[in-house]
């Protein structure tokens, strides 16, 4: 006897019953196989020429193995500098997704739900909501398989959204860090930074008038009643100033901050940088002796340089911070802050950063994710673009 095959299709399929048609909204899953589609790479390129939709099935989840539903994936610019091959962190090149040559899935960023585990999984079971421990995993898919070293697991997901615990690892977690490890701000002291409006810009306004810090806030010029939109929604976070790049580079800066900080006698001790260039040096010469300005980016290109006089006769220190590094290193600290920063979410005393949802479900088109995804770096967005997943 012929053994009994049962396909597994790639496309939504129809059926019919005594009433007429039924269409699923995705595929059937034969056997307990998990059908899923991934945003992946075969080289390194820019997005629109090297991303393509892939499809294949996941095998149930079996000894220590466990398989994971995404809930919202964000898009971060590390993540198309990932794609480009310009990152110092590589995306994970495999065969296992049912291909001869390898692919790599992009993203790094997100929030999955469990939805099976093997009998050997210890930790987490169907329902608990995880992240990803490192960078690489690649988050722009629909479903994964994988092990529970490869997991950090929320201990509380009741209050908070996919969004927000989708989010929380790399921004504000970048945020939390420079302004805690590098100088020890007290209460009535100053930060100024580059790039407030930036998720980790609007994290760190937040938590530093959560801990009693006072900030200056420079934004890149634009229309007017399109400033005085963003100056205002930056205040309601928190922010003390918020001044354009342009006014910040002017010679009139100097007696500015002198009012701000009440002559000096309120130091500036911190500065954070995620553009480079000759506004680095601006911001360096209105901190107080002893200071740090940590770097975090450089999205002008342009280089950090380093007058001599700030180093000999202010004892300023430059020093830069990757939160991947950090957190490959400290995974149980990293956890801990996690949930201090959902906790803040819980008591609403932690706003979300804007998004521009994309809806992603089943049928969604490899064209309509891969655009939004191109113009991650383009123009001034209205929101951090995340993935949110709907019937896949």
């Given at each position: 006897m012929r053994p009994l095959r049962i396909a597994i299709p790639s496309?939504?399929?129809?059926?019919y019953l005594q009433h007429g048609p039924i269409r699923f909204q995705r595929p059937i899953s034969a056997y307990g196989y998990e059908q899923a589609k991934a945003l992946v790479i075969r080289k390194y390129g820019e997005p629109k020429d090297v991303l393509s939709l892939h499809s294949h099935s996941i095998s149930p989840a079996h000894s220590n193995l466990l398989t994971i539903r995404f809930l919202a994936s964000p898009i971060n610019p590390a993540d198309i500098n990932q794609i480009q091959g310009t990152y110092p962190s590589k995306p994970t090149f495999t065969t296992a997704l049912s291909t001869s040559d390898p692919i790599a899935v992009g993203g790094n960023e997100g929030v999955a739900e469990v939805l099976s585990a093997g009998e050997k999984v210890k930790t987490l079971k169907k329902g608990d909501w995880v992240v990803m421990k490192r960078q690489g995993f690649g988050t722009w898919r629909?479903?994964?398989?994988?092990?529970?070293?490869?997991?950090?697991?929320?201990?509380?997901?009741?209050?908070i959204t996919p969004i927000q615990a989708g989010t929380v690892s790399v921004n504000p977690g970048t945020a939390y860090r420079m302004l805690?490890?590098?100088?020890?701000?007290?209460?009535?002291?100053?930060?100024?930074?580059?790039?407030?409006?930036?998720?980790?810009?609007?994290?760190a306004i937040q938590l530093g008038r959560l801990w009693g810090y006072k900030s200056i806030n420079i934004v890149r010029d634009r229309p007017a009643e399109e400033l005085e939109s963003l100056k205002s929604e930056l205040r309601e976070l928190g922010a003390d100033v918020v001044v354009t790049d342009k006014d910040f580079e002017s010679k009139e800066i100097k007696d500015r901050v002198a009012e701000w900080t009440n002559g000096g006698r309120e130091p500036i001790r911190l500065g954070l940088n995620?553009?480079?260039?000759?506004?680095?040096?601006?911001?360096?010469?209105?901190?107080?002796?002893?200071?740090?300005?940590?770097?975090?980016?450089?999205?002008?290109?342009?280089?950090?340089?380093?007058?001599?006089?700030?180093?000999?006769?202010?004892?300023?220190?430059?020093?830069?911070?990757?939160?991947?590094?950090?957190?490959?290193?400290?995974?149980?600290?990293?956890?801990?802050?996690?949930?201090?920063?959902?906790?803040?979410?819980?008591?609403?005393?932690?706003?979300?950063?804007?998004?521009?949802?994309?809806?992603?479900?089943?049928?969604?088109?490899?064209?309509?994710?891969?655009?939004?995804?191109?113009?991650?770096?383009?123009?001034?967005?209205?929101?951090?673009g995340i993935f949110i997943f709907g019937n896949t």
């Open positions: 496309k939504p399929s129809h059926t629909t479903h994964a398989q994988t092990t529970e070293d490869m997991l950090v697991k929320l201990d509380n997901k009741e209050g805690k490890d590098f100088v020890q701000l007290q209460p009535r002291q100053w930060f100024v930074q580059n790039g407030a409006n930036s998720g980790v810009g609007r994290a995620c553009v480079g260039g000759k506004q680095v040096n601006a911001m360096a010469k209105i901190l107080a002796p002893s200071s740090s300005v940590v770097t975090y980016g450089g999205m002008s290109k342009q280089p950090v340089t380093v007058p001599t006089g700030l180093l000999i006769f202010k004892d300023i220190s430059f020093d830069g911070f990757w939160m991947s590094r950090w957190s490959d290193q400290n995974p149980e600290e990293k956890k801990a802050m996690m949930e201090e920063m959902l906790q803040l979410c819980r008591e609403g005393k932690f706003k979300d950063v804007p998004v521009d949802e994309i809806k992603w479900d089943w049928d969604t088109k490899a064209e309509s994710l891969i655009d939004v995804i191109a113009g991650t770096l383009e123009g001034f967005r209205k929101g951090k």
